[in-house]
């Protein structure tokens, strides 16, 4: 079997397997934008259905797992073609730990709705932040797909911006605790779907590093923003 037959064969596994990941993508951007909603509309239906799908997601992630194995184990690929399996591994991962953050936040708004938790509590500014967060993994896999760096390094810099949001309702909170011991348990319920909300933006900032990873074979994860701007540049 030729060369060029051998590497026709692999770049078609890898938009196979890619495919998969945008795939998984798109199923858990879905479960993020039910999870709000049933907030918003405090519905036990459409939360249920959020972990219905958290299902399809495992099962997703371990078959792409399981195909990325065997490529490696075929191929034996090394350099950039190794770093981009290897990156595609773990953005699978955490595509998948977004699927748990929103089935997380689906569990939550259960709770919320059978303890009768009053619906005066600010829930509905968490879309603001799930929007952003949202937004920012179907940016992380658009500059996956098309391995973009200048993408990524924006990507990275607007997950600052979820933070800051996220630390704006945490005041928030405490100060409707403060004013009335009885909001402290249903305040408690929606710190922990702010948090949520966070971690998904955090795992988008992890796919966009894996850009650069790939590209550039450096990895820039805790390293600081002016080091990651030059290793784009």
Known sequence: MSEKHLSSQFDSELSAVSTRVMELGGL??????????????????????????????????????RELSSIIARRQPTARDLRLLIAISKATANL??????????????????????????????????????SGLLRKALDAFARLDTTAALAILKEDNLIDQEFDGFVRKLITYMMEDPRMISPSLDLLFLAKAIERIGDHAKNIAELVIYIVKGADVRHAPMAHIESVVK
């Open 96 to 133: 998948e730990r977004v699927g748990d953050e929103a089935e997380k936040i689906a569990r939550m708004v259960r709770s919320i709705i059978h303890s009768g938790a009053p619906r005066s509590l600010p829930s509905l500014e968490l879309r603001v932040a799930s929007d952003m967060a």
């Open 28 to 65: 858990v951007e879905s479960q993020i934008r039910q999870a709000i909603y049933a907030l918003s509309q405090f519905s036990v239906e459409v939360a249920d259905q959020v972990t219905a799908a958290e299902v399809r997601v495992n099962a997703m992630e371990v078959d792409i797992d």
